[in-house]
């Protein structure tokens, strides 16, 4: 699971572009929970695994896209909490 977060985050930050100073412990990171979001998102859209749960790794391609996804919703979370602290100032 580390090797594959490793390597779903780190193609995320390749794909998605803009500057992440992120750690490899935070890359592996974001690879992991995009796993889970991409097991998620596979158990939504296509039913799969439905024994399993919503809760389920996925493989290497689900993982990268909700590595992608993951990216992209912290960074939003990131400009929208900078802006609100630029305009309190």
């Given at each position: 699971?580390?090797v594959?977060?490793?390597?779903?985050?780190?193609?995320?930050?390749?794909?998605?572009?803009?500057?992440?100073?992120?750690?490899?412990?935070a890359?592996?990171?974001?690879g992991?929970?995009?796993?889970?979001?991409g097991?998620?998102?596979?158990?939504v859209?296509?039913?799969?695994?439905?024994s399993?749960?919503?809760?389920?790794?996925?493989?290497?391609?689900?993982?990268?896209?909700?590595?992608?996804?993951?990216l992209?919703?912290?960074r939003?979370?990131?400009?929208?909490?900078h802006?609100?602290?630029?305009?309190?100032?």
């Amino acid at each position: 699971m580390i090797v594959l977060g490793l390597i779903a985050g780190a193609v995320a930050r390749l794909v998605v572009p803009g500057r992440d100073p992120m750690s490899i412990p935070a890359t592996i990171l974001l690879g992991v929970v995009g796993s889970f979001i991409g097991g998620l998102l596979g158990y939504v859209l296509f039913g799969h695994d439905l024994s399993e749960g919503a809760l389920q790794p996925s493989g290497i391609i689900g993982s990268i896209i909700g590595a992608i996804a993951a990216l992209l919703i912290w960074r939003a979370v990131q400009s929208r909490g900078h802006s609100r602290t630029h305009a309190r100032h």
